[in-house]
């Protein structure tokens, strides 16, 4: 029988776009410390104990993990580069890792909360160099894609950032921002956003929405369609 995993399994899954000898998934349980990796048709290969972790992230070429190491003061993040072909696992210690997101080419953009206030926004190289891109108060998500990035903050401010971290565009919507998502086309995003009810809209690339919907319940995902407005 396929596996079966808590009710309250945080994690999404997430599939691997690499070699077809690749594992399908790999789904983290941050409340039992446990990541387990299944086929193509969620059969159970193996799990590991990550005491911790709260991240995962796949993309062609590596798993990364970003897991909690530390008491108190000590407390930090540190993030795990896992290549597929192979290899000792490689590392980078942050102050507490909030968002992952795959830069498309084997790296990733990382927002790490420093302190209560401060919120820097990195890009990790697939080999494990980083560069610090802007200093992001309040902001609570992100997205990227088409070649740029997507801030969305607590108090429902929205960013547009170039991938160097310089600002295209602000602008605000009803509600914090849960989250964000690239659109079907070039300047385009979707944006999950709302205290009571959940609105998604889509947006243009000034953000202002183009269209926008009330969603029953507290959504807290978002999986759009590759290529189609849905």
């Not at 983290?28 to 911790?52: I, N, Q, S």
């Not at 997101?101 to 890009?123: N, P």
Request: proline letters at 7%.
């Amino acid at each position: 029988m396929p596996p079966r995993f808590p009710a309250l399994l945080y994690a999404a899954t997430l599939a691997a776009c690499g070699p077809a000898s690749l594992p399908a998934v790999w789904v983290l349980d941050p409340g039992a410390g446990v990541l387990a990796t299944l086929d193509e048709e969620l059969f159970m290969l193996a799990h590991e104990e990550l005491p911790r972790a709260r991240l995962v992230l796949v993309d062609g070429e590596a798993l990364w993990v970003a897991q909690d190491v530390g008491e108190g003061a000590e407390m930090r993040t540190r993030l795990l580069r896992r290549a597929h072909a192979g290899g000792e696992p490689r590392e980078l210690a942050f102050a507490g890792l909030a968002v992952l997101v795959s830069d498309g080419a084997g790296g990733l953009f990382a927002l790490d909360r420093v302190d209560g206030e401060r919120t820097r926004l990195w890009h990790v190289e697939p080999w494990l160099t980083r560069r610090f891109l802007a200093e992001c108060p309040g902001v609570t998500t992100l997205a990227a894609g088409h070649g740029e990035l997507l801030c969305g903050t607590g108090a429902g401010e929205l960013w547009r950032l170039r991938r160097d971290g310089s600002v295209l565009a602000r602008a605000e919507i009803g509600g914090p921002v849960h989250v964000l998502a690239a659109g079907p086309v070039a300047g385009s995003w979707y944006a999950l956003a709302g205290k009571v009810e959940r609105q998604l809209s889509r947006l243009g690339p000034g953000l202002a929405p183009a269209w926008s919907v009330v969603l029953a319940g507290e959504c807290t995902a978002l999986a759009p369609e590759p290529g189609a407005e849905r």
